[in-house]
């Protein structure tokens, strides 16, 4: 059995695409079968339709067991999607009878649907929409329920949950009720017409749904290429049908498409003004009045007639002789039994609980309560055991659901899980932490004694795979034996003058294991942080702007420790790319934060501005400084260096705080050296061939297009690589044969590096390992390319590949104005064959290129050559045969060009397309590198920056 974990807030198709087809995959791979049966809960089961109606299904599916699922949606998402109020569809769901009594204690107590929301908003958006007010009696000798505390909603926090919702989980639109009456209106009933539900829509009217048939116990009939399906729902459950609303906030005119395609999916900051006051965007389809209407008929949250599959050839239904009283959390478990002998067609099935090993005695009013909580927020799957080697969570190997610990019970969501262990023994604990996933979670420890609750929270990042740490337990309560138990204190500044980037700086740490350090960001909104860089230094120059307004995109970050053996430590507490989280760490404000300083001796100033009138302190134990201070200024005195640049740190401490520290950066000899690492997201580079690429937990990935073919990416930003050196880690997927160059656009590039046999002089590599090319560039204009496994070759990794030399004169032409460059050629496996780019970084110097104007040549109203374009070979205009639009256009089997002066040109951009089905007819337009498009399909448009002192520019079709 395979667990299929999926983001339940992107759009289902895009979930059913990213997550269950690959999981399909996978389970078909491990267990050597053709065909996969699935057992899906609520909205699981429309992740489940969304691919077995698909274009893309591989009649890889053989029985479906389709539990709640909303085929026709669900009442509720009326609140959450068209209103932003989970608040009241807590207290619609509060007021339902429940067959369950832990489902009805949830919904009178816990109020899912606004923590829910609450959480999700905390993640993405970085604040929360409820504040608590907690009662003054509470006693904390006992676990006291939610219901003591006051959740406090307000009118803003409406709005954000709106906006929220919209923006970020689409998939609430898409459980909006299709079935008839879901509105009354004055009585009469009505469907929503603003918001429709188109998904719902077209995959109930869709043909191929006919690709699922009913269960029936006679399987003589089945037809092999058909999914098997059977519907399994609760009743006995108050459950919302039909939605009493009154009129909109405002009339239907105002109601347009264009509005509510605005309304649902712009980005909170470009909604017009008039959509920033009362609630006049909330419920364009009407008001609900606070009282449904409510049937039994459904599990509290999915009415039985919602489930039905209603096709025009035939339906598949639940079984009225197999309902049982259920409540739409606890399905699984009422039906376990029934689920498990329709998948495995073995009616003796036994699928209940494992029998634990403890006593049944009740604790008594008497004894003393303890317990142990591990929660987790996150994609990701605890698994703890306990100093009797017995475990519970989700088994970190075989994938089991396992709660053999006496007293315990294991829930595991999507992206939560939490494992709670009644009366846990003394000892030693071990927490596995399994996750498929390169991106942050929360994790919550949580020990109640008699006399106390100790609490710690720990932030995280998973490298996509298995981590593990261990805690005690004992009188005192939660010790974490964590090997890197180390916090970092991150501050974030503006560097610059114009344009200025940000800038992270944290102190040195005192565990002298520590080999280097993490870098995170994610934008305002996105829910996970991503690893972007790992530095040795203890600063890291990002290329985000500062945010000096409300403009500029706001940018999370947060740092670990690696140490030399490659744990990593816990996150950091996270900084802005603003002022306001600088205001929050350290309200002391120093300028300059960065000194660069001669090699001879001297004294340098640091401005203090302490408007708190806080205590601080400056302190350095960097040899070759000494400090002076007072409450306006640091006066910092350095030795003479005659040797290889070198940096001293300086530690301001405010109010005796160890947390809240800026960190002061001395750099001698006037040319230190940064090497600051480029994004690796598509928006920072270029895809120049027409292939598919992608972002990945590893990096940036890009595909090979065909035999005799280039796939090409490369930065954006122009770099001049005057004395600069660049790194970059990457690797191959391909299993055929293709082939890999890294290298600096017009100047140089590495060795032709080639998958399963070498060709010619290129030199054999290994699929899925990673490679490290380090390319240096001498001020006389001299090059060392050096490519190794393990690591950079000035890291002591293994050589494997090395060249050097004197760069030719066009080469040295283009070193002032170049690109970062990756190529993959030659793809056997054609689409199956990858490149990724795990990490880059330079010190070399962006270049900003300026022009006074720009000259668009689009041949649209032309009929002759602009003489601008001297040609040799018949060049001409036209629209027809080969061309799809008019174009400048070359029939042609030999050797033809165009030549235009350079002279003043910047740079240039264009777009070309070739009909030759011959690579040796097509060997591309050549500026530096070869290329080659797709045959008869445009390319991307190609820029390129020109060299100052460049005075041709050449096309030449050989």
């Known amino acids: 059995m395979f667990d299929v974990p999926y983001d339940w807030r992107l759009d289902i198709n895009e979930s059913s695409q990213k997550y269950l087809e690959k999981w399909i995959d996978y389970a078909k791979k491990q267990s050597g079968s053709n065909k996969v049966n699935i057992v899906a809960h609520s909205m699981g089961g429309l992740l489940a339709r969304s691919y077995i109606q698909s274009d893309s299904y591989k009649n890889d599916v053989a029985r479906l067991a389709m539990v709640g699922t909303p085929n026709h949606g669900a009442a509720l998402a009326y609140y959450l999607w068209e209103g932003g109020d989970p608040d009241t569809a807590d207290k619609i769901t509060s007021e339902s009878d429940s067959a369950d009594q832990i489902s009805g204690f949830i919904s009178r107590h816990l109020h899912f649907y606004l923590l829910t929301a609450n959480l999700l908003h905390y993640t993405l958006c970085g604040d929360q929409l409820v504040s608590f007010q907690f009662k003054s009696n509470l006693n904390m000798n006992k676990l006291s ?9 307000t009118q803003k926090a409406a709005r954000n949950a709106w906006h929220m919702i919209h923006n970020f989980v689409p998939s609430i639109r898409q459980l909006l009720p299709t079935y008839e009456g879901a509105l009354s209106f004055s009585g009469n009933d009505m469907n929503i017409l603003k918001c429709q539900n188109v998904f719902l829509t077209n995959l109930n009217f869709d043909t191929d749904i006919s690709r699922m048939v009913p269960y029936q116990i006679e399987q003589s009939t089945y037809d092999n290429d058909k999914v098997i399906t059977k519907i399994f729902v609760g009743t006995n459950n108050r459950t919302v049908q039909s939605i009493n609303v009154n009129d909109p ?10 509005k509510i395609h605005e309304l649902c999916y712009a980005p909170p900051k470009e909604l ?39 096709s025009e050839n035939q339906s598949i239904a639940y079984n009225p002789n197999e309902l049982k009283d259920a409540a739409h959390s606890g399905l699984i478990k009422a039906y376990a039994n029934e689920i498990a002998s329709f998948i495995t067609q073995e009616n003796d099935w036994d699928f209940r609980k494992r029998q634990k090993l403890t006593s049944e005695s009740n604790i008594s009013d008497a004894d003393p309560m303890t317990a142990l909580s591990i929660g987790i927020i996150g994609r990701a799957q605890p698994y703890i055991i306990n100093s009797n080697s017995l475990g519970c969570g989700i088994h970190y190997q075989n994938l089991n659901r396992e709660d053999d610990i006496p007293e315990s019970s294991v829930e595991i969501q999507t992206d939560s899980g939490n494992i709670m262990i009644e009366s846990p023994e003394a000892g030693m604990y071990t927490v596995f932490i399994r996750g498929i996933y390169e991106e942050d979670y929360y994790l919550f420890l949580t020990y109640h004694a008699e006399n106390f609750t100790d609490t710690l ?22 010790t974490i034996n964590q090997a890197m138990d180390i916090t970092l204190a991150v501050s974030s500044q503006a560097v610059g003058s114009d344009s200025k980037k940000t800038k992270l700086v944290w102190e040195v740490s005192k565990d002298t294991n520590v080999a280097s350090y993490n870098i995170y960001a994610k934008k305002s909104g996105h829910p996970y942080y991503s690893k972007i860089a790992n530095t040795q230094e203890n600063f890291f120059l990002t290329e985000d702007q500062w945010a000096e307004n409300d403009e500029i995109e706001t940018i999370y970050y947060a740092v670990s420790a690696v140490d030399n053996k490659g744990n990593v430590s816990f996150l950091s507490p996270f900084v802005l790319n603003s002022n306001e989280s600088s205001s929050e760490i350290h309200p002391v404000i120093i300028e300059p934060s960065v000194q660069n300083v001669r090699s001879d001796q001297g004294v340098v100033i640091f401005n203090v501005d302490n408007l708190s009138n806080l205590n601080w302190e400056a302190k350095t134990n960097t040899q070759w400084l000494s400090i002076n201070s007072n409450s306006n200024l640091i006066s910092v005195s350095y030795e003479s260096n005659s040797a290889e640049a070198r940096t001293g740190f300086i530690t301001v401490t405010i109010n005796e705080n160890p947390v809240s520290t800026i960190i002061l950066e001395i750099n001698q000899d006037c040319s230190p050296v940064f090497y600051n690492s480029l994004l690796l997201k598509k928006n920072e580079w270029r895809n120049i061939t027409s292939g598919n690429w992608y972002e990945t937990g590893e990096g940036i990935k890009f595909d090979g297009i065909s035999y005799r073919s280039y796939s090409k990416i490369q930065s954006k930003d122009v770099y001049n690589f005057e004395d600069s050196q660049l790194f970059v880690k990457w690797k191959s997927t391909s299993k055929s044969y293709a082939r ?18 070498s060709y010619g002089s290129s030199i054999k590599i290994d699929t899925n390992n990673w490679y490290y090319t380090r390319i240096k560039i001498t001020s006389d204009n001299s090059y060392e390319v050096s490519t190794c496994k393990e690591d950079y070759d000035i890291n002591g990794g293994s050589v494997f590949n090395k060249a050097s030399g004197e760069l030719s004169e066009n080469a040295s032409m283009h070193l002032k104005q170049t690109y970062i460059c990756f190529e993959q050629y030659d793809a056997y496996d054609s689409t199956n064959a990858s490149m990724i780019i795990g990490e880059v970084k330079t010190n070399a110097i962006p270049v900003d290129i300026k022009s006074n104007k720009v000259v668009r040549y689009d041949f649209e109203d032309m009929t002759e050559v602009p003489s601008i374009f001297n040609h040799s070979g018949e060049w001409v205009i036209d629209n027809s045969g080969y061309n799809s639009s008019q174009s400048l256009y070359l029939f042609a089997n030999e050797s033809k060009s165009i030549t235009i002066d350079a002279t003043d040109i910047a740079y240039i951009s264009f777009r070309v397309k070739f009909s030759a089905k011959s690579y040796y007819d097509s060997s591309g337009f050549n500026y530096g590198a070869p290329y080659i498009p797709l045959i008869n399909q445009w390319s991307n448009k190609l820029t390129f920056a020109i060299p100052e002192n460049a005075t041709q520019l050449s096309w030449v079709y050989r």
């Open 145 to 153: 329920p939610v219901q003591e505390a006051k959740l406090v909603f």
């Open 249 to 258: 906030p405002e009339s239907s005119d105002f109601y347009t498409p264009k």
């Open 272 to 310: 017009s003004s008039d959509l920033h006051s009362g609630y006049d965007m909330f419920y364009p389809d009407g008001i609900p009045d606070g009282n449904p209407v409510r049937s039994m008929n459904g599990d509290g949250t999915v009415l039985m007639d919602s489930v039905n599959i209603i």
């Open 457 to 478: 929270t720990f932030h995280a990042f998973n490298q996509a795979e298995t981590t593990h740490f261990t805690f005690n337990i004992d009188a005192k309560g939660l």
């Open 740 to 757: 890999y160059y890294v290298g600096l656009f017009g100047v140089v590039s590495t060795h032709s590096f080639t998958t399963h046999h």
